[in-house]
């Protein structure tokens, strides 16, 4: 099974601004929702952002306003701009194409870390 690369995670300070990218499958521009997760230690995987294949956009109460979800599908690449950022957005962020009842369309990778410092 497929599994997506996500990369441009770091150590950023508070009010700082990331931008995290997926890639790894010529499928993602046919997916009919794609979003992005993330985990903090000790917590559930949560839905962060989403953006289904016509474009439209969804973002959890946490982070509206400050996440932005995007896609390029010429280069089959789903993008998270992550701008005033938070020490509670520390957590390792993930993307996937759900299917709904807990299941999705690609294999986890590993994701990529996002530490802010306070």
């Known amino acids: 099974q497929t599994q997506l690369m996500e990369s441009g995670g770091g150590l950023v300070q508070a009010g700082g601004s990331l931008r995290l990218s997926c890639a790894g499958s010529?499928?993602?521009?046919?997916?009919?929702?794609m979003g992005w997760y993330r985990q903090a230690p000790g917590k559930q995987r949560e839905l962060v952002a989403a953006?289904?294949?016509?474009?439209?956009?969804t973002a959890a109460d946490s982070v509206k306003g400050r996440f932005t979800i995007s896609k390029d599908n010429t280069k089959n690449t789903v993008y998270l701009q992550m701008n005033n950022l938070k020490p509670e957005d520390t957590a390792v962020y993930y993307c996937?194409?759900?299917?709904?009842?807990?299941?999705?369309?690609?294999?986890w990778g590993q994701g990529t870390q996002v530490t802010v410092s306070s």
């Open positions: 996937n194409a759900p299917l709904g009842s807990s299941m999705w369309w690609y294999s």
């Open positions: 010529r499928s993602i521009a046919s997916r009919n929702v």
């Open positions: 953006i289904t294949s016509g474009g439209t956009t």
